[in-house]
């Protein structure tokens, strides 16, 4: 069932009420890992103010809202909030809406016009039954991180420029949103992130950053990665498919990729809650794909 608006699209209508919050988890296939994300289907009747009452309440990092659907067409208009404020886009938020469209609707190709642009997703159902999404990135780009930006980053992170991994040099990288990526040169050093929380998140409003993309690379297909969210309100993101997407064309910018290749991303690991991240990424193309599955929370 739907219900036109006034600007002739029309809402999608579930059976579950209006405003029910369903709960996934994103990049994983296991509840209890992953990151967590609000999912409300039909947000037509929500305001701004009660969208981010209802993303506070929930808690995560990211809630996804639906505010309206293309007659006739899979294509869904979707909003992004953290507890504390709008995001132009979210990776995991996005992997988790479209899983619970294709539980829904069926397997397929759906577009989203989010407030970062178009951003079309594919899903389809593995061999285990598990359905998994491949969103494809708004255009990314990436620079070089500025001299302050970086000494102002790195003094809220309590790291010194010799923890950096001087092969892989700090830039600010977009796919959605800004990301400032940092890659550590030791495990460890990326295991040890204990930092000053309030002012790391002054320094990321003031650039306009949404997260810090700490990586550290174990190899040429495989990176670790952590992404403190004080912006957000949250400590660390487990997953971050904005990030990720961001971090493919930061790969495909610095010259680490040269042809079309495919690299996994392991984060959360260190906060307990292990998340797998793919990306394709060809030099040729500048939009980064991103996929995972997700699961139900509870």
């Known amino acids: 069932m739907t219900s036109s608006d006034a600007n002739g699209t ?40 009660a969208m981010l009452a209802i993303a506070a309440e929930v808690g995560y990092s990211e809630t996804a809202f639906v505010t309206a659907h293309d007659e006739g ?11 504390l404020a709008e995001v132009a886009f979210c990776g995991h938020a996005t992997v988790a809406l ?18 970062a ?35 102002s980053a790195l003094e809220a992170l309590g790291w010194a420029p010799d923890d950096l991994d001087p092969e892989l040099p700090p830039h600010l990288a977009f796919g959605g949103n800004d990301h400032l990526v940092l890659a550590a040169a030791s ?53 971050t498919g904005a990030a990720a997407a961001a971090f493919g064309g930061y790969l495909r910018t610095v010259g680490i990729v040269t042809h079309p290749a495919t690299i996994t991303i392991r984060q959360g690991e260190d906060m307990g809650r ?9 030099p040729q193309d500048t939009r980064t794909r991103v996929t995972g599955q997700a699961v139900p929370i509870g």
């Open 274 to 282: 292990p998340s797998d991240l793919r990306i394709d990424v060809d």
């Open 73 to 83: 067409a899979r294509r869904f208009r979707v909003r992004y909030f953290s507890p």
């Open 187 to 239: 495990r460890a050093r990326l295991a040890d992130l204990d930092y000053d929380f309030d002012g790391l998140a002054e320094v990321m409003r003031r650039h306009g950053w949404t997260t810090l993309h700490l990586v550290w690379r174990e190899s040429a297909e495989r990176f670790h990665a952590r992404d403190p969210f004080p912006v957000g309100g949250v400590v660390e993101d487990p997953a």
């Open 117 to 151: 642009g178009e951003v079309p997703v594919a899903t389809r159902v593995d061999d285990k039954g598990a359905v998994l999404a491949t969103l494809t990135s708004v255009p990314t780009r990436s620079r070089p991180a500025e001299r302050t930006e970086l000494a």
């Open 10 to 49: 029309s809402a999608v209508t579930f059976p579950e009420p209006t405003t029910e919050t369903l709960r996934y988890s994103a990049f994983t296939h296991d509840p209890a890992g992953g990151n967590p994300a609000g999912v409300v289907l039909d947000a037509s009747t929500l305001d701004d103010a």
């Open 98 to 115: 479209a899983v619970a469209l294709a539980e829904r609707l069926g397997p397929g190709e759906i577009v989203l016009d989010t407030p």
